[in-house]
């Protein structure tokens, strides 16, 4: 029963990143989440986490996320997603492109307490999406 719940809040989080809506992102989160990052990066706090996330939104505000699977086992839930948008905002101390990208993966794990997100582990293709951004060339 409980694995339902966790999964359908994964899943209103990730309709609220792809809509832009860090609050309803953010009901998923324990105040105290633990975020480790696709580059390694660890971020403690609901809202060191969301603000992590709306650079990510402010760069690509025309975001759209679909999940393609989703599942669940105990206290975890596994998502895999694919995040496609324009970058049109600063992204990571970067300028603007005005190219589109479509990262075909993004994965996610999620650790439950007490009906929130209490950590998670994220690992997307970095480097697909500097090199769709012009960024880096292969």
């Known amino acids: 029963m409980f694995i339902e719940a966790n999964k359908a809040l994964v899943m209103q989080g990730w309709e609220g990143a792809g809509s ?10 324990a105040e105290d989440i633990a975020y480790h990052g696709a580059a390694g990066e660890e971020i403690r706090g609901r809202e060191a986490v969301l603000e992590m996330i709306g650079g990510y939104l402010s ?27 324009t970058n ?7 300028a603007a492109t005005g190219k589109r990208i479509d990262v075909r993966w993004m994965m996610t794990a999620a650790r439950f307490e007490d009906g929130k997100v209490a950590e998670e582990w994220e690992i997307f293709d970095r480097m697909d999406m500097m090199t769709q951004l012009g960024h880096v060339t292969e």
Do not use: H, K
């Not at 690509?60 to 975890?76: A, K, L, S």
């Not at 049109?88 to 970067?94: A, K, R, V, Y």
């Open 20 to 29: 832009g809506d860090l609050d309803r992102l953010g009901e998923m989160y």
């Open 59 to 85: 760069a690509f505000p025309d975001m759209t996320i679909t999940v393609e699977d989703i599942f669940g086992e105990g206290d975890r839930v596994f998502s895999r997603v694919r995040m496609e948008g």
């Open 88 to 94: 049109t905002g600063e992204l990571m101390g970067m």
